[in-house]
């Protein structure tokens, strides 16, 4: 059985990255689904995925189909999309300093990211795969396995 926490442990953890946590926390009572604009670098870095290569790697553009492959190949670790042109798989803080891809991009320090709560999987800026527990992150490794999946698929080098 998996540990997991309580989305309100998620939020707070989430919502601790920001100058002011009480904001990110009114940010996401916000009807239809708020969101909050946290700095990354601070617990994670996140890596931003272009649209296209996820929906390759999934070998589909229907999120129902997309989120299923997501869960296994990043072994669960959160993923938020903007519903249109990005995906960002949350990453351990650091990874910016390694990643050396191109086909996607490591952002940290500098960077703020729309994030919604932690039960917010539907409708635009949403969890693809919500975060379940606090500091859970993807590894880069299943980001890599992730974009690998898409050269095979697609037959591209990127």
């Not at 059985?1 to 953890?13: G, K, Q």
């Not at 189909?65 to 990005?86: C, N, Q």
């Not at 991009?105 to 932690?118: A, E, K, N």
Request: aromatic content about 8%; glycine content about 8%.
């Amino acid at each position: 059985m998996t540990h997991t926490d309580t989305p309100e442990a998620v939020a707070a953890w989430l919502a601790s990255t920001a100058p002011a946590p009480d904001t990110a926390h009114e940010d996401w009572t916000t009807p239809l689904g708020g969101v909050a604009f946290l700095p990354l670098g601070v617990h994670f870095d996140a890596i931003r995925i272009p649209i296209g290569l996820i929906r390759a790697a999934a070998g589909s553009d229907n999120d129902p189909e997309i989120t299923p492959v997501l869960e296994e190949l990043l072994s669960g670790g959160p993923v938020l999309t903007d519903g249109y042109r990005w995906y960002h798989a949350l990453v351990p803080l650091g990874t910016q300093k390694t990643w050396t891809r191109t086909d996607a991009q490591c952002v940290s320090d500098g960077t703020w990211l729309y994030v919604p709560h932690p039960t917010w999987t539907s409708c635009g800026i949403s969890w693809a795969v919500p975060p379940t527990r606090v500091g859970a992150t993807c590894t880069a490794a299943d980001v890599v396995r992730l974009l690998e999946r898409t050269q095979r698929t697609t037959g591209t080098t990127l």
